[in-house]
């Protein structure tokens, strides 16, 4: 089965249903099932260097955004999601490893793609064929291309096929409860992959999905205080920033389904998500982009361990290895070993990273640190390639520190989490500075220019030496513990 199958039975079924509704806007099923055919048409006749041609999407967020995605996917081609907030730099970097044989985007963002010279195609031109019938591709053909980093820093290019979606998709009927009965509230950007999760298995299940233009606490709140949402998906920054504003309009509303990834919650975001939401099962999922569902928790039911990230969904298997490979006893802590149908295919263009997370034996690891208890429940103890998870965003250190090494008057840099009971974690910078007279704001306006918003460090540290380790390299482990501790040097 493909993704997009159920779509024409959903046509049928529903033949008034909204499945898409965006403010004052909104798609029909009927209407969808013709639209992702009239633009499957038009990829039906876009030449493609490869087996399957790749389409990235510079578009808005909306309606047209999930139409054009479906639409490409269904006639055999791999969409490949563009983020509008990346700086040139970051987008002209994707998009030579991901080499897409057509952009689409519209008039109001081809500048920023002056640089590219590959083939760009605005939505307002897009010719408009006569509706055809899906492509036929297999479960096993690619349909989706992201982003993500390794311990490097360098961004790495994944693949994914559909079958790994289509199994993802029976967790959110079964752990999550999920059915076509529900409108889920999609309030974050779809090029991020949670929320194009969502918005997708929604549509495969038959349920309305509700976006945002862009995320706004207060637009949130208003939609399911007028009980117009039976599920919400976010990170846990929006629930934050949700749960403030309900603070001050002092109003509960009603709502099934609250799911939640990107970073671990924090005890009192919980405690005040339970108050606001006493009838809501809290759901928290731990995953990554090459392993997607690996365990969930739900928080109204297992309110003894608030730090476990739960049981393993029901199509997984989980593994604790020590370093010799051997399986890890209870509460022992190993690298965590994932098998599934639900992992992503491979990267592009890195066979090194590709033998780096696969095993001869068919199990998965992005090097993530674990332990599981007696029960099976399952515990996240770190990230063994320095990950920064901040506001549900991905960051890597590494990145940050290559800019930071480039500006002046700084001598050196070392980038890490501290805890932040708003963000997860809170990008800081401790600098070994050469001018005196620089300040934070200075770092801040310079990685602007550079980094994407959530990468430039919140927390900028002047000081006058490092530890360094044996080998000359700065002890990452003990600038983190030193500045984690509140122990600043001037």
Not at 161 to 181: I, P, Y
Request: hydrophobic letters at 40%; charged letters at 25%; proline letters at 5%.
């Amino acid at each position: 089965m493909l993704i997009t199958d159920p779509i024409e039975k959903n046509a049928r079924l529903y033949p008034e249903k909204s499945a898409i509704e965006i403010e004052d806007q909104k798609v029909t099923y009927p209407d969808l099932l013709e639209n992702i055919r009239r633009i499957a048409a038009f990829f039906s006749y876009e030449p493609k260097k490869g087996l399957q041609g790749k389409a990235a999407l510079y578009v808005p967020n909306g309606i047209p955004f999930l139409q054009y995605f479906l639409g490409a996917v269904s006639s055999g081609w791999i969409a490949v999601p563009l983020d509008l907030k990346w700086k040139q730099s970051e987008l002209m970097e994707r998009l030579h490893q991901a080499e897409p044989d057509v952009i689409i985007t519209t008039e109001e963002y081809k500048d920023r793609l002056s640089l590219w010279e590959g083939k760009i195609v605005l939505v307002a031109d897009i010719p408009q064929y006569e509706s055809e019938e899906a492509h036929t591709t297999t479960e096993d053909s690619l349909f989706y291309m992201g982003f993500t980093s390794g311990s490097t820093g360098i961004p790495k290019c994944f693949v994914r096929n559909h079958r790994s979606w289509v199994k993802s998709f029976a967790c959110s009927k079964e752990e999550f409860g999920l059915t076509d009965r529900d409108t889920v509230l999609v309030p974050g950007p779809l090029v991020h992959s949670l929320f194009l999760y969502a918005a997708v298995s929604t549509l495969f299940l038959g349920g309305t999905v509700k976006l945002l233009p862009k995320f706004s606490a207060v637009k949130t709140l208003k939609v399911l205080q007028e009980k117009r949402a039976t599920a919400l998906y976010a990170v846990p920054t929006m629930l934050a920033a949700l749960i403030k504003e309900m603070e001050s309009a002092g109003n509960i509303p009603s709502l099934k389904k609250m799911i939640s990834s990107g970073a671990k919650w924090e005890p009192g975001l919980k405690d005040r998500i339970q108050l606001y939401f006493p009838e809501t099962d809290l759901i928290e999922f731990y995953g990554a982009s090459e392993l997607s569902f690996v365990s969930y928790i739900n928080h109204r039911t297992a309110v003894r361990k608030p730090l476990s990230v739960g049981q393993p969904f029901h199509n997984v298997k989980l593994s604790i290895r020590d370093k010799n490979g051997n399986e890890a006893g209870p509460n022992d802590v190993g690298t965590l070993y994932v098998k599934s149908d639900m992992l992503f295919s491979h990267y592009i263009n890195r066979p090194d990273a590709n033998k780096e997370v696969w095993s001869d034996d068919g199990w998965l690891t992005v090097g993530d640190l674990a332990k599981a208890d007696e029960d099976g429940d399952l515990y996240i103890i770190g990230r063994s390639n320095n990950m920064i998870i901040s506001g549900g965003q991905n960051v890597y250190p590494e990145e940050i520190e290559k800019v930071l090494n480039m500006m002046e008057g700084i001598e050196e840099a070392i980038v890490f989490g501290t805890p932040d009971s708003y963000w997860g974690q809170k990008v800081s910078a401790a600098i070994l500075v050469e001018d005196d007279t620089l300040t934070v704001r200075d770092v801040q306006r310079f990685c602007r220019k550079h980094l994407s918003v959530f990468k430039v460090p919140k927390q900028v540290i002047f000081t006058k030496e490092l530890p360094y380790t044996s080998s000359g390299k700065i002890a990452r482990a003990q600038v983190k513990e030193r500045y984690s501790r509140g122990v600043y040097t001037k």
